[in-house]
């Protein structure tokens, strides 16, 4: 294998480092010991960790992005392991327009979803709730499962499917104990993409929360809107971490290249 030249390696180094100097630039805010934004500082400080224990609607946003993420993203896996199974094992009649319905909202614009569905959700009353955050979240996250979930069912070998079923075994079993290992990596991987979208969507949030239903971003979006103190980078800097930390027990869980590709 040709080994990359030192132009190669300079070029890459930059590259990362254009990629990290944002995130790096936060967390360095983050640090710091002033009232305000400051970079450089002359000091570092915990202090704004410690303020976002005090900041409650940081933290009530928290958890309700947390909660929100993960029903969204497993009723979104729900709904794609049939559908992809479907549209990768039969050839009928407007498949091309299915998948293309299916994918749809990754073309249209989240503002204007966002006003579709707070004029919808004000209609049937469920405006503001949290049942309507998470129909609105499907909705986005639903593709990102299910392009990950197609990677992994197409081209699948139904033959050991077949053996379990003519061996006696149910369908329900053989979904069970073949067909869902057999398309794991898929499953989590679409699984964590749609985690990830749902707990960072702010544009149509806006327009489907209320005080009482803030996630995260909105509550980070209005938090810059309103004041100039290092809090928000000092909880991007604990979703760095997070993040991070995350990642690492994927890899070491399941194998985070499987996960990624999609691929067993």
Do not use: C
């Amino acid at each position: 294998m040709r080994k990359n030249g030192f132009f190669s390696l300079i070029y890459h180094a930059i590259f990362i480092a254009f990629i990290l100097a944002p995130l790096l630039a936060v967390v360095a805010v983050s640090f710091t010991d002033k009232g305000f934004i400051s970079m450089p500082t002359n000091g570092l400080s915990l202090r704004w960790f410690r303020a976002i224990l005090d900041a409650h609607d940081i933290v009530d946003a928290f958890w309700l992005s947390l909660w929100l993420g993960l029903a969204s993203a497993t009723i979104a896996v729900a709904l794609a392991v049939p559908g992809a199974l479907a549209l990768t094992r039969y050839r009928f009649a407007g498949r091309g327009a299915l998948m293309g319905f299916f994918l749809s909202p990754l073309m249209i614009p989240q503002v204007v979803l966002g006003v579709a569905f707070l004029r919808f959700f004000t209609d049937i009353g469920v405006s503001g709730s949290f049942v309507g955050l998470v129909l609105t979240h499907v909705v986005i996250v639903l593709p990102y499962a299910l392009r990950l979930v197609l990677a992994s069912a197409t081209g699948l070998d139904r033959d050991a499917e077949r053996a379990a079923l003519s061996l006696g075994a149910s369908r329900w079993t053989a979904m069970r104990r073949i067909v869902l290992p057999l398309i794991l990596p898929g499953l989590v991987g679409g699984w964590m993409l749609a985690f990830m979208q749902s707990f960072d969507e702010l544009t149509m949030t806006v327009f489907v929360s209320t005080p009482g239903t803030t996630t995260l971003p909105v509550a980070m979006y209005n938090q810059i809107t309103q004041n100039i103190d290092p809090l928000v980078a000092s909880v991007s800097t604990v979703l760095i971490v997070g993040t991070l930390v995350l990642m690492i027990l994927l890899d070491r869980i399941v194998g985070l290249d499987r996960v990624l590709i999609g691929k067993g």
